[in-house]
């Protein structure tokens, strides 16, 4: 197999929206790395359905993927999101050495199920290639048990996580350091905020979940983080992952 280059990351995701790529921009942001973003390119769109085609069999830097995000790193090649943050977090400095890099995968992984795959799917509970007024009455029911069991349930989970964290000083899911787990979090958390405002403020303004917040807000604050917010690399929220329907969100 050849070597791998020391050269900087690039990133192929759609442009137009956060989607599953903001979860690997966090990580590359958090840790000043250098690399380029088919998003903020000309002809990005391009780049993904090059990669997508369906008559395209891959090449030197690995098998076609199956959708992005893509990560290319020299003449090396890796999709799905939760195997690329593995891949990126020892060479960004946000996994602990060892075999504990895969208990903060673990909770990337649950932060990544709850937080971003279960809210996609309340507004496509039943097919993706459906529009979402094809499939309303069935949304509305998927977002009011996400409201009120599903996002409550991850919640609680990452709260008693933190509970034993927090009574030794540390902020964070593992450790005395951040890690990609609380990018994930962060990232998680902000998405649902937009998806559903009202929901998720009823949850926060419930006191039950202390430390996930103070997570949320210790993250935001990182100085690479609130630099990278506050620039037009983040892009807003849309139709992606992450959608506002006020139909879905709380009523009460």
């Known amino acids: 197999m050849s070597q791998r280059s020391n050269g900087p990351y690039h990133l192929i995701y759609w442009p137009g929206i956060p989607g599953r790529g903001e979860f690997i921009r966090l990580a590359l942001e958090e840790a000043g790395a250098e690399y380029t973003d088919t998003a903020q390119e000309e002809g990005g769109v391009q780049s993904v359905l090059s990669l997508i085609d369906k008559n395209y069999e891959?090449?030197?830097?690995?098998?076609?993927?199956?959708?992005p995000p893509v990560l290319k790193h020299g003449d090396f090649r890796i999709s799905q999101t939760p195997n690329i943050l593995l891949y990126l977090a020892p060479r960004l400095g946000l996994?602990?050495?060892g075999d504990a890099i895969y208990q903060v995968n673990s909770l990337?992984?649950?932060a990544l199920d709850g937080l971003s795959n279960e809210p996609h799917d309340t507004h496509h509970p039943v097919a993706s290639e459906l529009y979402y007024e094809d499939q309303?009455?069935?949304s509305k029911r998927r977002s009011e048990s996400y409201r009120k069991n599903r996002l409550p349930k991850f919640l609680s989970y990452f709260e008693r996580v933190l509970r034993p964290q927090a009574a030794q000083g540390r902020p964070w899911l593992y450790g005395?350091?951040?890690?990609?787990?609380?990018l994930a979090l962060f990232q998680g958390i902000d998405g649902v905020k937009f998806a559903f405002?009202?929901?998720?403020?009823r949850l926060e303004k419930s006191g039950e979940y202390p430390n996930v917040f103070r997570l949320y807000d210790a993250v935001k604050n990182r100085?690479?983080?609130?630099?990278?917010?506050?620039?037009?690399?983040r892009q807003k929220y849309s139709m992606g992952?992450?959608?506002h329907y006020p139909e879905l969100d709380d009523t009460e």
């Open 95 to 97: 996994a602990p050495d």
């Open 58 to 67: 891959g090449d030197e830097c690995g098998p076609p993927p199956f959708a």
């Open 176 to 182: 005395e350091t951040l890690t990609y787990a609380d």
């Open 197 to 201: 405002p009202h929901a998720l403020s």
């Open 241 to 243: 992952i992450y959608r």
């Open 108 to 110: 990337a992984l649950t």
């Open 136 to 138: 309303l009455e069935e």
């Open 223 to 233: 100085p690479r983080i609130k630099a990278y917010l506050a620039s037009d690399r």
